[in-house]
Nanobody, 123 residues
Framework: QVQLVESGGGLVQAGGSLRLSCAAS????????MGWFRQAPGKEREFVAV????????MYADSVKGRFTISRDSSMNTVYLQMNSLKPEDTAVYYC????????????????WGQGTQVTVSS
């Protein structure tokens, strides 16, 4: 059974940093696309960042470019999201996703989801 377990969320002041981790178990995702999505209260879940399986450049939402960095440790089947210069509008539940597919525009699908970790940025 595949499980994605996120950690690292919390409360931080604007301008601060957090590092999220997502540990996968049940199968190996080292060559599969993995990424992060988030959902703010009253809003739909949105794409944040993804690492593709082809080894190409990571993809980021425009709202986080230059502030967030996605990376992975294939040996530990873990993906990370380093979040710097956090803003109150980054407040959301952040979800790890694996085996993601991009359909264009804002349309994404993931075969596996984590349970989410809360990130709250105070002003």
């Amino acid at each position: 059974q595949v499980q994605l377990v996120e950690s690292g969320g919390g409360l931080v002041q604007a301008g601060g940093s957090l590092r999220l981790s997502c540990a996968a178990s049940g199968r190996t995702f080292s060559s599969r696309p993995m990424g992060w999505f988030r959902q703010a209260p009253g809003k739909e879940r949105e794409f944040v960042a993804v690492l593709t399986s082809s080894g190409g450049s990571p993809m980021y939402a425009d709202s986080v470019k230059g502030r967030f960095t996605i990376s992975r440790d294939s040996s530990m089947n873990t993906v990370y999201l380093q979040m710097n210069s956090l803003k109150p509008e980054d407040t959301a539940v952040y979800y790890c996703a694996a085996d993601t597919t991009y359909f264009g525009g804002s349309r994404w699908r993931a075969d596996y989801w984590g349970q989410g970790t809360q990130v709250t940025v105070s002003s």
